[in-house]
């Protein structure tokens, strides 16, 4: 197993946003962790990251318990992420912000670069237009570029589709399949329930900070409850 959240619990203040989270990512998965609003899905891979305290609970990577190391050594241990609402640095470079997701490793990192190029030829066309400059779909793919800079074993992605234009949500989910293809394992949030089942090979279903159900994509797909809160229904 890559990745284990063995019953998290996580507050802000008081409130508790996660109540006992418990979810598994084997290496070369796409899993997808969809909810509605609030439910708990960015806090889970806050968590994951280290950018949120755990109150209880584990977090396992590749065997280790990582539950109090640092955001910034789970990044050098392979775990990346692009967060929500995208966080580009807008008066750098298309190419300077990519190299700022190598910043800190050692080695060459001109193939990681070419191989970020290669699945983003817009970024390549547009390596020295600033980051702000670029439109919303373009610095989504910044974002998912940068953490792929980062060389991870497990790509964590919250709403890459959001605010994107339909053309370009299916291009995003096509490029997630390609990332996976190429070796990367992917937990991906998504609000678009629909596209993230198609994709994704298993995934977890959580309703106001707890996992209400989990089983591989295609069958939540089918499954009647699933499809009248997450799917519109029929
Ligand atoms: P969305 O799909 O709307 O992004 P989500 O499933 O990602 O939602 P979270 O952002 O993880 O949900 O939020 C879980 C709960 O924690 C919500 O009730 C939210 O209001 C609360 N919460 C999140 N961030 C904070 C914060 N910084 N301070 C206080 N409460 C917060």
């Known amino acids: ?29 796409i899993v997808a962790l969809i909810g509605a609003n609030g439910a ?14 755990l109150a209880r609970g584990r977090v396992r990577f590749q065997g280790e318990d990582i539950s109090k190391v640092p955001a910034h050594k789970r990044v050098a241990l392979g775990i990346g992420q692009a967060p929500e609402g995208r966080g580009i640095f807008p008066g750098m470079t298309v190419q300077e912000n990519l190299l700022m997701g190598a910043y800190g490793r050692k080695g060459d990192v001109s193939g990681d670069l ?13 390596k020295s237009q600033y980051g702000g400059t670029m439109s919303g779909g ?23 589709s959001m605010g994107l234009a339909p053309m370009l949500v299916a291009q995003i989910f096509d490029i997630v ?21 198609q994709l ?35």
């Open 40 to 53: 708990g899905k960015t806090t889970t891979l806050k968590t994951i990251s280290g950018l949120r305290p």
């Open 138 to 160: 373009e610095q989504q793919m910044l974002t998912i570029g940068r953490a792929l800079m980062t060389n991870p074993k497990v790509l964590l992605l919250d709403e890459p």
């Open 114 to 126: 070419a191989q970020v190029y290669e699945i983003f030829p817009r970024l390549a066309e547009r």
């Open 200 to 234: 994704a090979h298993r995934a977890y279903v959580l309703e106001t900070g707890a996992v209400v159900k989990s089983a591989p994509a295609s069958d939540l797909l089918h499954d009647p409850e699933v499809r009248a809160a997450y799917l519109g229904g029929d």
């Open 177 to 197: 399949k390609e990332i996976n293809e190429r070796g990367t394992t992917v937990l991906l949030v998504e609000q678009n329930a629909h596209q993230a089942l």
């Open 1 to 29: 197993m890559l990745l284990e959240v063995n019953d998290i619990h996580v507050y802000y203040g008081k409130v508790a946003a996660l109540h006992g989270v418990t979810l598994e990512v084997s290496e070369g998965e």
